[in-house]
């Protein structure tokens, strides 16, 4: 979600990285792999478990989810976005512990239902 600064210019939302680890949880469960992401290009819904299924290993797909669209490497579905380009038009970043920023996609607005 874009918020709008004191000077008129748009900036994107920012949060810590063990905020948006307790939402992820709150969500989705303490599975990781159950996370849903939706890519701020196609608004395909993705989650870890979409690309453990089509063969990714464990330590790749932790690289990826909520970076780049499954359609990057799986042709049939999504698309070939990538936060890692040029254009920025993701609405999230993730502030990691060591004070860097990680743009991210967007949870799910679904949530799991336990």
């Known amino acids: 979600m874009w918020r709008i ?6 900036t994107k939302q920012i949060i810590k990285q063990k905020e ?12 990781r792999r159950n996370w849903r992401f ?21 330590e790749d797909v932790i ?12 042709k049939r579905k999504g698309c070939d976005w990538s936060l890692g380009g040029l254009l920025k038009i993701h609405d999230l970043e993730i502030e990691l512990e060591d004070g860097n920023k990680r743009p991210i996609f967007e949870f799910d607005k679904l949530e799991n239902t336990k």
């Open 5 to 10: 600064s004191c000077r008129g210019k748009m």
């Open 20 to 31: 948006w680890e307790k939402e992820g949880e709150r969500r989705f469960g303490k599975k």
């Open 38 to 58: 939706v890519c701020p290009n196609c608004n395909l819904i993705q989650s870890g478990q979409d690309f453990l299924d089509e063969g990714f290993k464990a």
């Open 63 to 74: 690289d990826v989810i909520g970076f780049s669209c499954i359609g990057r490497w799986v």
